[in-house]
């Protein structure tokens, strides 16, 4: 499965950015995702996911903020972020795994198999 992450860039405080997870495999409407993010000097860490069932769950820091959902049609799968803080500043990656996750499996990276490249997002106080 091969995952191409986009729609990162610069924003102000306060701003929102849709990023978007494209997978090449047909039947990712049964795998489940994780998005992820780095910053500098920082260990990576979970943000959101969502299982192949829809079940949603998010980083207590992320709750209220960001919003995940997937669009099966289109093999896509989104992170919607708003009201944007200078910490959230990172570079964002996307994971597949074609295991269900629950809340603390879907928040560890070792349940993914696939993952994207990445994206930078920068938020500008």
């Known amino acids: 499965v091969q995952l191409q992450a986009s729609g990162g860039g610069l924003v102000q405080t306060g701003g929102s950015l849709r990023l978007s997870c494209a997978a090449s495999e047909p039947t990712f409407s049964s795998y489940s995702v994780g998005w992820f993010r780095q910053a500098p000097g920082k260990e990576r860490e979970f943000a959101a996911c969502i299982s192949w069932s829809g079940n949603v769950y998010y980083e207590d820091s992320v709750k209220g903020r960001f919003t995940i959902s997937r669009d099966n049609a289109k093999n896509t799968v989104y992170l919607q972020m708003d009201s944007l803080k200078p910490e959230d500043t990172a570079v964002y990656y996307c994971?597949?795994?074609?295991?269900?996750?629950?809340?603390?499996?879907?928040?560890?990276?070792?349940?993914?198999?696939?993952w994207g490249q990445g994206t930078q997002v920068t938020v500008s106080s």
């Open positions: 994971a597949a795994s074609s295991r269900g996750v629950g809340s603390y499996s879907g928040s560890y990276a070792g349940t993914y198999d696939y």
